[in-house]
């Protein structure tokens, strides 16, 4: 049997903290604080419940101070797995906008 799996990816002008807050206020999840060479700070979380995880990361490389990810947003929220309506809830907040969805 073959299972699908999908992923979407949202920008917003929020900072990380301000994201953060935001998604845990709206999917009832609590975010990790991760510290990366490449990423700075970041948020991740994994469901308890599935495998979805939800991370928010800045849309800056800190070698070339270009954009990750190709769009005008500071920060991205990247829904992987997507298992609850998590997804749903943030895109139905104003402050996040749905750049990608991916089914693999």
Not at 63 to 86: M, S
Not at 97 to 104: G, N, P, Q
Request: glycine share 2%; proline share 2%; with cysteine.
């Amino acid at each position: 049997m073959t299972t699908t799996k999908k992923y979407e990816k949202y920008g917003t002008h929020l900072t990380t903290e301000q994201a953060k807050k935001e998604i845990e206020e709206l999917c009832s999840v609590i975010f990790i604080e991760h510290d990366s060479l490449y990423w700075g700070i970041y948020y991740c979380t994994q469901n308890s419940i599935s495998e979805e995880v939800i991370q928010i990361k800045n849309n800056l490389d800190p070698f070339d101070n270009e954009p990750i990810e190709d769009c005008d947003f500071t920060v991205i929220v990247y829904v992987d797995n997507v298992l609850t309506n998590n997804n749903k809830l943030i895109a139905e907040s104003k402050n996040f906008t749905l750049i990608s969805r991916e089914v693999v």
